[in-house]
Every structure is written in C-alpha cells, then in structure tokens.
Nanobody
Framework: QVQLVESGGGLVQAGGSLRLSCAAS????????MGWFRQAPGKGREAVAA????????WTPNSVKGRFTISRDNAKSTVYLQMNNLEPEDTAVYYC?????????????????WGQGTQVTVAS
C-alpha cells in the first residue's frame, strides 16, 4: 500500500505560479510511475502530467504543455508539479496518483493509488 499526500494548492491570480508536492509513504516508492490529475466541478478527471520511475520520460497534454512541468525526487519519495502562467480554466482539485509500474500513464484507470487532492483556484 502507498499513501499519497498532496500539498501546495491555494488561490493565485491569473498568470501566477504554484508548485504542488506529493509525498509518498508506505511501501517503497521505487518502481512506481506517477501522475497528476485534476477535476473541476461537473467535469471528469483529467490527466495533466505523468512521469516514469527513472524520470527519463514525462508527458503533458497540449492543454498545459509549456506551462506545467512534472518532476520527482526519488530519494525524498516526492513528486512535484510546477504550474506557471496559470489560467482560470486551471481551477480544479489536483490529485497525485501512483501506478505499480515504472512506466508513465496518461489515463486514470492505469493508476492504483490516489491522494486526497488539493484545491487550486485561479482568479481572473
């Protein structure tokens, strides 16, 4: 079992930046692909970034490409999501997720463990 705890959310003005963190505990963090997802009210859960265990591969969708960057520090069992040039459309609850494979994944059903989420609100 892996426990994931997100932090770093909050209220920011459009054009601002936030860095989310996801700390993992429980079973070894080793060998897990990680992802960040978001869910806005009335919408489905959307993947916004993913990273492989080795950090050799990352993925972001076109909607956030060039603005969001995922990274991880395996020694600290922590994954980060740097979000720049935020837009009101980025307002959502952001979730961290882990999957029992070294590969990244872009779909929610590929992930086995989820955090409780952190709210990000971007004011216009």
């Amino acid at each position: 079992q892996v426990q994931l705890v997100e932090s770093g959310g909050g209220l920011v003005q459009a054009g601002g930046s936030l860095r989310l963190s996801c700390a993992a505990s429980g079973r070894t963090f080793g060998g897990y692909g990680m992802g960040w997802f978001r869910q806005a009210p009335g919408k489905g859960r959307e993947a916004v970034a993913a990273i492989s265990w080795s950090r050799g591969s990352t993925w972001t969708p076109n909607s956030v490409k060039g603005r969001f960057t995922i990274s991880r520090d395996n020694a600290k069992s922590t994954v980060y999501l740097q979000m720049n040039n935020l837009e009101p459309e980025d307002t959502a609850v952001y979730y961290c997720a882990a999957r029992r494979t070294v590969l990244l994944g872009a779909a929610a059903q590929q992930y086995d463990y989820w955090g409780q989420g952190t709210q990000v609100t971007v004011a216009s």
